[in-house]
């Protein structure tokens, strides 16, 4: 049974910072390109970022580029992502995503989903 946890959201002030933190089992970590998606109240779920299976290559949503740092540790089974200077429209519940999959920004693309942490920024 695939699990993907987040953890790490919380609080914060506008231009402060949070590592989010997606913890994985049950299938093959390392063969699974991983991705962070959100979902603010009322809209849709919208991608943020991703990295292949191997994490030599990343993308990003363009609000969050030079913001936004995704990173991986196969030997941990873990998916990282720094936010940075957060603003208020970053608000929103943090999701974790996995796929075997080409990456892709659309949310269905996507096979295994956590249960997302929320993060609060306040202006």
């Known amino acids: 049974q695939v699990q993907l946890v987040e953890s790490g959201g919380g609080l914060v002030q506008a231009g402060g910072s949070l590592r989010l933190s997606c913890a994985a089992s049950?299938?093959?970590?390392?063969?699974?390109?991983m991705g962070w998606f959100r979902q603010a109240p009322g809209k849709a779920r919208a991608f943020v970022a991703a990295?292949?299976?191997?994490?030599?290559?990343?993308a990003y949503a363009d609000s969050v580029k030079g913001r936004f740092t995704i990173s991986r540790d196969n030997a941990k089974n873990t998916v990282n992502l720094q936010v940075n200077s957060l603003k208020p429209e970053d608000t929103a519940v943090y999701y974790c995503a996995s796929t075997q999959k080409t990456i892709d920004s659309s949310a269905s693309s996507w096979d295994y989903w956590g249960q997302g942490t929320q993060v609060t920024v306040s202006s």
């Open positions: 049950g299938h093959t970590f390392s063969t699974y390109n």
């Open positions: 990295i292949t299976w191997s994490g030599r290559m990343t």
